[in-house]
Structure formats: structure tokens, C-alpha cells
């Protein structure tokens, strides 16, 4: 019997090296990733316990001809797309070295990826919050008739929600940039 199991688990567009250690966790513990269901569910299936890495990259659909074949030819495996992320995952014992461990050939190209989430994710999130979450908060807030304070309230904890997710991801990503190699002014 092929038994699977369900997580719900949210990790935003900076968190991508937390949820692929958290992916090899589950994989230790005897979980292997079978698919991603956006915007946060985790299917697995039962396996046995092993050492297997989970890595993560964002194209947003902008693969170009010859992108699985390459992943495929370095023996990593494909599990799906999420949302603009693409899974791949290559057991522990098949590594020729920490670098065998890497989908990117050096930290320029994770410096890219990065700065590709920044561009078509962290961008027009913060696009949003300043013309529609932010604009409708005010407007909400300056009505007085009852149904106004119900949608200044629900305005409230969206224009925090935003505001924590920019905040966190913004610091991360300026991280991960740094991290990479980019120089910060």
C-alpha cells in the first residue's frame, strides 16, 4: 500500500534554501516529496529513510530548450513546478562533492535567481500594496458608516500581512544578494 501524506506549510519567495532543507528532512524521516499542490500543500509518499537533497529554481516559466536535459544529465531529478519554482532532488550517496550538491554551476547564477524572485515576485508585490491595499486602507478608514469599519479592519490586516511580507522577504533576499557575491551600497 502506497501511503501518502499531506503537509501545509508556507515558506515566501525568500525562503527557498529553508524549505529545501526542510524537504530533506522529510526525506530522512521517510517522506519523499511527490508533488506541490499552490499555494502551500506537500504531497509525499511513504519511502524508506536516505539522505536525499532537495534544490529549488525559479524561471518562472522561462525555461529554455535544454533545461531539464542538463538537470537530468548531472543526475538530478525532476519532481514538479510550484508557482514559478521547479523541484529537483539527487540522493546524498550520488554526490561526487559539495559542489555535486549545487544545481548552480556558482554563486553568479544564484545571484541571478535571486534577482529574477526580486523582479517578478518581490516587485509587483510591492506594486500592489502601494496601489491597492495601501489606497483602499486610507479610503476605508476616512468613511464612518458601519460597513466601512468592518473593511477598514480587513484593510488593517492586509496592509500588515503586505507589510511583513515585504519587509521579511526584502531583508532576506538583500541577504542572499549579499551572500552571492552582489555589493551592497
Request: charged share 25%; hydrophobic share 40%; with cysteine.
Amino acid at each position: 500500500m502506497n501511503e501518502t501524506k499531506t503537509f501545509l506549510r508556507f515558506f515566501t519567495i525568500a525562503d527557498f534554501e529553508e524549505e529545501e532543507s526542510w524537504l530533506r528532512a522529510q526525506s530522512k524521516s521517510g517522506w519523499r516529496l511527490k508533488r506541490m499542490v499552490p499555494p502551500c500543500f506537500y504531497v509525499f509518499e511513504r519511502c524508506s529513510p536516505e539522505d536525499v537533497i532537495y534544490r529549488l529554481d525559479f524561471t518562472n516559466n522561462g525555461e529554455e530548450s535544454g533545461y531539464f536535459q542538463l538537470f537530468r544529465d548531472y543526475g538530478w531529478e525532476y519532481i514538479g513546478r510550484c508557482l514559478g519554482w521547479l523541484y529537483f532532488r539527487k540522493p546524498a550517496s550520488e554526490l561526487d562533492g559539495e559542489q555535486d550538491a549545487e544545481i548552480f554551476s556558482d554563486d553568479r547564477s544564484k545571484l541571478d535567481m535571486v534577482r529574477r524572485v526580486i523582479k517578478t515576485r518581490l516587485l509587483p508585490l510591492t506594486l500592489v500594496f502601494f496601489a491597492c491595499v495601501l489606497p483602499n486602507f486610507a479610503r476605508s478608514a476616512a468613511l464612518s458608516d458601519p460597513f466601512s469599519v468592518s473593511l477598514t479592519v480587513i484593510f488593517a490586516a492586509l496592509t500588515l500581512l503586505y507589510l511583513g511580507l515585504i519587509v521579511h522577504c526584502g531583508v532576506k533576499l538583500r541577504r542572499l544578494r549579499k551572500k552571492y557575491g552582489e555589493a551592497q551600497a
